[in-house]
């Protein structure tokens, strides 16, 4: 039960840091390899992406 609560936290980070610097996967691996705690706390620090210019 425990193991499902920490992946399904790990997986809201990695959706709320889609936009974001490190993008889904990037914040997805940090916070399953650290914990999602750290995670969240690396998400709210990180910028949002720049739009990419054509």
Request: hydrophobic share 55%; charged share 15%.
């Amino acid at each position: 039960m425990a193991e499902a609560i920490y992946v399904g936290l790990s997986l809201l980070i990695a959706f709320l840091g889609m936009n974001r610097k490190f993008g889904f996967w990037g914040y997805l691996f940090c916070s399953l390899l650290l914990t999602p705690a750290v995670g969240l706390i690396i998400l709210l620090a990180s910028d949002r992406r720049e739009p990419t210019r054509a």
